[in-house]
């Protein structure tokens, strides 16, 4: 029998992490809850999960500073739960490096949804064939992208979105087509795309400022052009 996937949930209410915890049990999960963000550091610094859940606001030990932590070393998918619903609060989360997020108070059949989400497209697409693109090498399966002889290290959603824009390379898509093909959100904060975007120029272009890759499409959204202008991302 193959294992339960497993998660952590590090949740400073009580009463919110025993329902996540018992919703994600529910759902098929191997489970292991945390009351504070030290507690959880040092558990996670030995023994990572297959998704994180962390609430941001946590005594001691931050969720975003958790987040810095595991993303330094891992791209295991992080979930961040916040209190703060304002766009900026929520790009904070993302810069930190969580690949999702869920305003407080959330619907846990939601927050079962999402963690699906990130466990299925951590899983890969067993069977599909490397491919290269522009001056990048693609393992879907292996969920691993090089650049020429270097690996670039990517979070899950980082990877998501790059794959999805490679597959489709000169294709324009929109803040909006993209929420739904790489986060499956037919609605949603299309500045979740913006920071992603950023994120990845910082790891695939020369000069992440001026783009010669992933490009902005001024009015309609982004494309991947694999051309570039002659340079070679590094």
Same mark, same amino acid.
């Given at each position: 029998m193959a294992a339960q996937p497993s998660v952590v949930v590090v949740e400073d209410d009580a009463t919110v992490r025993?329902?996540? #915890?018992?919703?994600? =049990? #529910?759902? $098929?999960?191997d489970v292991v809850a945390y009351s504070d963000g030290s507690t959880a550091l040092a558990a996670l610094a030995s023994d990572l999960p297959d998704v994180l859940v962390i609430d941001r606001m946590l005594p001691g030990v931050s969720g975003d500073e958790l987040c810095i932590d595991v993303r330094r070393r891992s791209d295991v998918p992080v979930l961040m739960l916040t209190a703060r619903g304002s766009v900026e609060d929520r790009i904070g989360g993302l810069e930190r490096g969580a690949d999702d997020y869920l305003t407080k108070p959330f619907a846990m059949r939601e927050l079962q949804l999402r963690v699906r989400a990130l466990l299925r497209r951590r899983v890969g697409a067993a069977g599909s064939s490397d491919?290269?693109?522009? +001056?990048? =090498?693609?393992? +879907? #399966? $292996? =969920?691993r992208v090089w650049n020429g002889a270097d690996e670039v290290v990517l979070t899950a959603r980082e990877y998501d979105l790059l794959l999805h824009l490679a597959r489709h390379p000169e294709r324009v898509f929109t803040r909006d087509e993209l929420l739904q093909a790489v986060w499956g959100w037919t609605f949603g904060d299309a500045s979740t795309v913006t920071v992603h975007v950023r994120r990845l120029r910082e790891k695939i272009e020369v000069d992440p400022g001026s783009p010669v890759y992933l490009r902005t499409v001024w009015g309609a959204g982004y494309r991947f052009v694999p051309a $570039?202008?002659?340079?070679v991302a590094r």
């Amino acid at each position: 029998m193959a294992a339960q996937p497993s998660v952590v949930v590090v949740e400073d209410d009580a009463t919110v992490r025993t329902v996540v #915890a018992e919703y994600l =049990r #529910a759902d $098929g999960y191997d489970v292991v809850a945390y009351s504070d963000g030290s507690t959880a550091l040092a558990a996670l610094a030995s023994d990572l999960p297959d998704v994180l859940v962390i609430d941001r606001m946590l005594p001691g030990v931050s969720g975003d500073e958790l987040c810095i932590d595991v993303r330094r070393r891992s791209d295991v998918p992080v979930l961040m739960l916040t209190a703060r619903g304002s766009v900026e609060d929520r790009i904070g989360g993302l810069e930190r490096g969580a690949d999702d997020y869920l305003t407080k108070p959330f619907a846990m059949r939601e927050l079962q949804l999402r963690v699906r989400a990130l466990l299925r497209r951590r899983v890969g697409a067993a069977g599909s064939s490397d491919f290269s693109v522009g +001056p990048l =090498r693609v393992d +879907p #399966a $292996g =969920r691993r992208v090089w650049n020429g002889a270097d690996e670039v290290v990517l979070t899950a959603r980082e990877y998501d979105l790059l794959l999805h824009l490679a597959r489709h390379p000169e294709r324009v898509f929109t803040r909006d087509e993209l929420l739904q093909a790489v986060w499956g959100w037919t609605f949603g904060d299309a500045s979740t795309v913006t920071v992603h975007v950023r994120r990845l120029r910082e790891k695939i272009e020369v000069d992440p400022g001026s783009p010669v890759y992933l490009r902005t499409v001024w009015g309609a959204g982004y494309r991947f052009v694999p051309a $570039g202008d002659g340079h070679v991302a590094r």
